[in-house]
Structure formats: C-alpha cells, structure tokens
C-alpha cells in the first residue's frame, strides 16, 4: 500500500515498515501476483471519457478480468447492467450530457446487489451524509495499482468460500 497509494520509492517502504529492500521487493512481487492470481470477475465500466474507459478497460484486463460492458450514458449503465449482469462496477460520477453515474449506480442497484468502485475527479459528491458511503472511491487522476488494489478487494469480499 505505501508503494501503490502513497507512491513511496520500495526502499523508502522498507525503511517505513522495518525490513530490508530485498524482502520488500519480494513481498511487493508476492502481492503484485495475488492481484494477477485473483478471482476473475465480470466488470461494467460506466465512463463518459473514451481514453479513461480504454485505460480501465486495460487495466481490469490485464487483472484477469472480464469487462463486459462499457457504458458512457446513465441510461445506457442501466441497460447493460440488466443485460450483462456484471459482478462489479467501477462507475464515473460525472456523465456529462449522458447524466449522472450516481443515479445510475442507484437504477441498478435496485435491481441486484453489485460491488462498486467509483474512480472519479468529484469525490467530494460521494462522500455527504445524504447517502450511504461506497466502499470505494478512487481520485482521478488514478494509479493503476490503486484500481488493482480495489478491484482485487472488492472482488475479494464477494468471492463466495467453500
């Protein structure tokens, strides 16, 4: 985490957490290959930006997940999610003219129960007390392992044991 969300250079981390750079390298690969080796889920994008969609798009890929849909409209997220049925969403807040990723996280979970992660530049609107809080909010602009990292959890947490 202190290499993916603070950034800091491996031996800096090392430092911070007490081991040699050697073990933190290793450690830092070891997690690297529990992001890989994760349960591969399927992934609705709903983002309004066509370079930032590809980019999650790769990203979620490269993962080992499977994106199933990307959605650039609120209407249009609703649509695919009834038709796709994905087991996550990472979801853009502003839409611009195609409407508001709120809302149609909203539309769609009211239909099923669906992990989100919202990668977005407003954070600020997810985070009132006029709602629940999301379990993930990323800032644009966004580290890819950051996304990993979330998507990984999120996945995770919905992995069903047994």
Do not use: W
Not at 85 to 114: F, H, T, Y
Request: proline share 6%.
């Amino acid at each position: 985490l202190l290499t993916a969300l603070e950034e800091l250079p491996v031996s800096d981390a090392a430092q911070v957490v007490g081991v040699p750079r050697d073990v933190a390298e290793t450690e830092l690969d070891a997690a690297r290959e529990a992001l890989r080796s994760a349960a591969a889920t399927d992934i609705l994008v709903i983002e309004d930006e066509p370079i930032i969609a590809m980019d999650v798009r790769q990203l979620v890929e490269a993962c080992g997940h499977r994106v199933v849909g990307v959605a650039a409209s609120e209407a249009q997220a609703v649509r695919m999610a009834a038709e796709m049925k994905p087991r996550l969403i990472l979801a853009d807040v502003n839409l611009g003219a195609g409407g508001d990723g709120i809302n149609a996280v909203n539309r769609i979970q009211r239909e099923v129960s669906v992990p989100v992660i919202f990668v977005t530049a407003y954070p600020e609107r997810l985070l009132t007390a006029e709602q629940v809080e999301p379990a993930f909010v990323i800032s644009k602009p966004f580290e890819p392992l950051a996304l990993a990292i979330a998507t990984y959890q999120a996945v995770s947490s919905t992995v069903p044991i047994g």
